[in-house]
Nanobody, 131 residues
Framework: QLQVVESGGGLVQPGGSLRLSCTASDEDTLDLDDYVIGWFRQAPGKEREGISCISTRDSGIYYVDSVKGRFTISSDHTRNTVYLQMNSLKLEDTGIYFC?????????????????????WGQGTPVTVSS
């Protein structure tokens, strides 16, 4: 059973930066190439939305328009970790950030737009952008 843990959230001023980490572990050998990994966020009172995904087996990376140019997703296979570097943070970036894995899909807008497709989720890490 895949276990997923996010970290790196916190309180930051507008214009600041944070780097989120998402680390996966499994009782069997884990290869990030076997998965699509998505970052999602849920703002207070709103539905969970996908913001970025990566699938290294096809070099797929995607960002939604609201974070494009500010956020960067990357992976470190030696650490089974996916990162989300968030720069130029805005008030509207506030929320709980989740990462999720699934082995059945590739990174694509139609996949990221459907959180229910992802089978393995972390508990989330909170990000608060406030002055």
């Amino acid at each position: 059973q895949l276990q997923v843990v996010e970290s790196g959230g916190g309180l930051v001023q507008p214009g600041g930066s944070l780097r989120l980490s998402c680390t996966a572990s499994d009782e069997d050998t884990l290869d990030l190439d076997d998965y699509v990994i998505g970052w999602f966020r849920q703002a207070p009172g709103k539905e969970r939305e996908g913001i970025s995904c990566i699938s290294t087996r096809d070099s797929g990376i995607y960002y939604v328009d609201s974070v494009k140019g500010r956020f960067t997703i990357s992976s470190d296979h030696t650490r089974n970790t996916v990162y989300l570097q968030m720069n130029s943070l805005k008030l509207e970036d506030t929320g709980i950030y989740f990462c999720a894995f699934d082995s059945n899909y590739y990174c694509a807008p139609v996949v990221l737009d459907r959180p229910s497709l992802f089978g393995f989720w972390g508990q989330g890490t909170p990000v608060t952008v406030s002055s």
